[in-house]
């Protein structure tokens, strides 16, 4: 049986919005309009777990808890490691019932109480949630997170299994029907994103051999995707179109070979089996400041340049002129422009974060 639902949405570019929220209060640690790069801790939130309960009268093989109190070596406030002894009887006998150690490492919170009871609280640990995308700061959730936005390209897949993550972009395949195998896998894979039109098991274990980051598939078969399923594995797999024999679609294809070799970003994924929500993977757009790289780096009148995003992406162009105002693309975004001569002689204008020069 194989299920014929499409990729959800492609575009070449989007103006992307995402909320990097803790999941409990906390501390926000950016400001708004402040610019984030991937790794940037956003929000920050210190928990502690639930208390642990000891009953030192089962431990120590006392008749009731009113004797408890002279057994104890550690007093609430007391900060304990795990497997210390926090009580012990007469006689001392280690091995017996008259040695009870903590089960955690935290610090004494309270007891004992009448009925032998002592609670021993963990220690705190940190939640940190990264911006994850490359953007700029334009909302703040108080004691919650932040909205992060990004321009660039976009595909909202069908459902994954893995977890959110960051790679290069590695269309591996010749076509968008032809299936990921084993020889296609090699070192130069290790950490990359590969693209294909669908993966075998034999494949997905190479892959996994050699390190990949994520595997972008139109499809898996009903087994192949059970057992990932059934399978903690520290791979991500994508899957665009569906299940069965599904090639991936033509404009995710060569959406994909247009960025091969980009920095791209799997978005809201789950740790295991399928997603509520559908997947999605982002590819930001090149930096357009002077000095950071990417095609304003070598960037001038008469430069030959490749289109990778908008309407035309793809197409090779000329520059024939670099204004120097801002002005504010179809997508809403300002950017700093570049008018273009294309083969046909038809001109246009487009973000410079849009094209790459072609060296």
């Known amino acids: 049986m194989e299920a014929v639902i499409p990729t959800l949405r492609v575009a070449a570019e989007v103006k992307l919005c995402k909320a990097r929220c803790l999941p409990v209060d906390g501390d926000v640690l950016v400001d708004p309009g402040e610019r984030v790069a991937p790794g940037d801790l956003v929000a920050r939130a210190s928990v502690r777990g639930e ?19 002279k057994y104890l070596l550690k007093s609430p406030g007391d900060a304990v490691s795990a497997g210390e002894e926090i009580a012990r009887g007469k006689g001392g006998f280690v091995g017996g019932k008259r040695v009870c150690t903590s089960p955690i490492e935290g610090t004494i919170a ?8 002592i609670l021993i609280a963990p220690d705190p640990h940190d939640i940190e949630v990264q911006a994850l995308l490359p953007g700029q700061v334009v909302g703040i959730l108080p004691q919650r997170g932040v909205i ?32 990921l195998e084993p020889e296609l896998v090699d070192d130069s894979c290790t950490g990359a994103f590969l693209v294909a039109g669908s993966v075998t098991l034999p ?18 078969t009903a087994t192949t995707f059970q057992w990932l399923r059934d399978n903690s594995q520290p791979v991500t797999v994508i899957i665009t179109e569906g299940f069965g024999a599904m090639p991936i679609s033509r404009r995710t294809f060569d959406l994909f070979r247009a960025n ?13 089996g399928a997603n509520s929500a559908p997947a999605e993977i982002f590819i930001p757009a090149v930096e357009s ?13 008469g430069s030959i340049v490749r289109i990778v995003r908008g309407d035309s992406f793809g197409a090779l162009a000329r520059v024939v002129a670099l204004p120097d ?35």
């Open 260 to 272: 091969a070799g980009r920095r791209a970003y799997i978005l809201g994924s789950g740790e295991k």
């Open 51 to 69: 208390a642990f309960r000891v009953n030192l009268v089962e431990a120590l093989g006392l008749k009731d808890g009113e004797s408890v109190a």
């Open 203 to 220: 494949a997905l274990r190479a892959a996994l051999f050699v390190g990949v980051g994520a595997v972008i598939v139109g499809s898996v």
């Open 110 to 117: 309270s007891g004992p109480t009448m009925s032998g009871d």
């Open 325 to 359: 105002r801002a002005r504010p693309l179809g997508s809403g975004v300002r950017s700093e422009i570049a008018r273009l001569s294309l083969e046909d002689g038809q001109e246009i204008v487009v973000g410079r974060g849009n094209i790459e020069v072609v060296e």
């Open 289 to 301: 400041k002077p000095g950071l790289g990417g095609a304003e780096a070598a960037l001038a009148v």
């Open 148 to 179: 992060v936005e990004s321009v660039g390209a976009y595909v909202q897949c069908v459902t994954c299994v893995g977890g959110e993550c960051q790679g290069t972009i590695k269309v591996v395949a010749g076509s968008p029907a032809q299936p």
